[in-house]
């Protein structure tokens, strides 16, 4: 799989977008960029991201209490890191 910088830059900004909204959670994030972005097995990110693996298995699997230190090196690769967002409130 080989995507162009324009169809990687849209992929990642997509994802980021479900993210804030809400609609697609941290873990399958993660699992999404790691495949569909870099196209890498969990050994090879984990890796490069110099995390466990295991640490990797539990972020994509929404399991356990992850650190911020943890979750900021899965997303440092694609230009993103954990943050604070506003709670939409539609009834306002």
Avoid: W, Y
């Avoid at 980021?16 to 960029?33: F, N, Y």
């Avoid at 972020?59 to 356990?64: K, L, S, T």
């Avoid at 979750?71 to 943050?83: E, H, Q, S, T, Y």
């Avoid at 604070?84 to 409130?89: E, F, P």
């Amino acid at each position: 799989m080989s995507l162009t910088v324009l169809e990687r830059t849209a992929l990642i900004e997509s994802i980021q977008e479900s993210l804030a909204q809400g609609t697609l959670e941290i873990g399958d994030a993660v699992r999404r960029l790691r495949v569909e972005v870099t196209g890498l097995h969990q050994t090879q990110f984990a890796r490069m991201c110099k995390i466990s693996v295991r640490t990797l298995v539990h972020i994509e699997h929404g399991e356990g209490n992850q650190t911020l230190k943890s979750l900021n090196a899965v997303f440092r690769p694609f230009g993103m890191k954990m943050g604070v967002v506003r709670i939409r409130r539609d009834n306002l």
